[in-house]
């Protein structure tokens, strides 16, 4: 497959994997992504998942035929990149490996052969040239791990972004990049916005025709779109006026309540979501409340505290890092209702997360009488104007 005349993709799809990082379920596959640039000397930008080694090691044979590549650009460790290296590394004896001074330090802990004699440790902003295409390299410390960087190649003017602008689903389903790029950032990236932040300002200092990550498509259109998603994500700004209203409810009277909520929400010109912590994935959750500028949590009080689900998925959104959302609260208890009381504790421990008043507290099922206290945490949940 090509991505220009001189620059091929060489890496792969999964369609089999189960949970990526072994957390996330990716009903479209995902695909881990490489490239070889010809040029007088050749560069291979970086490896894949052990499960696609065997496909990856074919398409990288049919690309070089019998040369020998001169670089390997490691742009970050992570397995599902990696894993090839001391494969490629004994394939090929005479290539150097070129990366950051952290990953060279990183490296050791994942092969037990020593390369360190074979590395060649990058600077900031420094160039490598292969003939035509010259290669210059920028540190993208903790977008998500430390050792990362991204390649720019100036002839082409294509930028190598290791797992940013990445997405899930396999390239042969050909999804439209923002089907799951969001899901994708905000999990795997999303607690380190303000590294993103850096690296996009180093990226606006380059000439940029094509982006090309470590999972899904090369994006070579309309790149200030995908550039203006980052710029959001990155700085936690929501992406649309509207509310993500999550429920957790055992045996279906706060899922009530919330269905009641959302049509009283509707009713008076609201965005809503609906979102079923029980039976959603947290990551669908995770990038809904990234999402909206609003939220509304809707749980039962369970053992003494808070219904799992509902608990799993504040856990899961403070670890991202989410902050400047305005909340609401609605618990559910049969005789000590308490759900609304362990949300605020976990959502005290975040930043910027404002909990508005008044909470609603329905005793097992919502009855007439809880009408007033609805409308009234409908008003206060409005969007500023
Ligand atoms: C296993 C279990 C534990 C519960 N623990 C509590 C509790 O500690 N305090 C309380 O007030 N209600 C407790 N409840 C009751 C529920 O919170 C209450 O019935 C609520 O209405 C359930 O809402 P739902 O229909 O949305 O599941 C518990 C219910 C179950 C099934
Ligand atoms: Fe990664
Ligand atoms: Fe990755």
């Known amino acids: 497959m090509e991505v220009t005349g001189t620059v091929k993709y060489i890496g792969a799809d999964d369609l089999t994997l189960d949970l990526f990082e072994s957390q996330y379920p990716i009903p479209h596959g995902v695909s881990y992504n490489s490239y070889v640039i010809l040029d007088e000397k050749i560069a291979v930008m970086d490896t894949v998942d052990k499960r696609a080694s065997e496909q990856w090691q074919k398409n990288l044979k049919e690309v070089l035929g019998d040369q020998e590549p001169a670089y390997l650009i490691v742009s970050h460790l992570e397995p599902d990149h990696a894993a090839n290296i001391g494969w490629f590394a004994s394939e090929y004896p005479k290539t150097t490996i070129v990366c950051s001074a952290k990953a060279k330090g990183m490296l050791p802990q994942f092969f037990d052969i020593d390369l360190s004699e074979r590395i060649q440790v990058v600077a900031e902003a420094e160039e490598l040239s292969l003939g035509s295409h010259t290669l210059q390299f920028f540190m993208a410390p903790m977008v998500h791990w430390p050792e990362v960087m991204v390649t720019y190649e100036s002839s082409e003017k294509t930028l190598f972004t290791a797992d940013g602008f990445g997405t899930f689903g396999a390239l042969s389903k050909d999804l439209p990049w923002i089907t799951e790029a969001r899901r994708y950032y905000t999990n795997i990236v999303g607690k380190y916005g303000p590294s993103v932040q850096q690296l996009l300002k180093k990226a606006a200092t380059l000439d940029i025709a094509r982006i090309a990550p470590l999972h899904g498509p090369v994006l070579t259109e309309n790149l200030g779109d995908y550039i203006e998603k980052y710029q959001k994500w990155s700085s936690y700004t929501p992406e649309e006026s509207g509310i993500l209203l999550a429920y957790a409810s055992i045996h279906g009277n706060t899922k009530e309540a919330a269905e009641y909520f959302a049509d009283l929400l509707k009713a008076a010109g609201e965005n809503v979501e609906l979102l079923d912590l029980t039976r959603t994935h947290a990551s669908y959750a995770i990038e809904k409340a990234f999402m909206y500028d609003r939220m509304i949590l809707a749980a039962a009080t369970y053992d003494g505290g808070l219904f799992p689900p509902m608990e799993d998925f504040l856990h899961h959104l403070k670890a991202k890092g989410l902050t400047g959302r305005k909340i609401g609260l609605i618990e559910n208890g049969s005789w000590g209702p308490l759900a609304a009381k362990k949300m605020r504790e976990i959502l005290e421990t975040m ?32 969007a500023e104007a």
């Open 351 to 382: 930043k910027g997360m404002e909990v508005v008043e008044p909470q609603v507290t329905i005793r097992s099922t919502r009855k007439e009488a809880d009408t007033k206290a609805f409308e009234a945490l409908a008003e206060a949940m409005k």
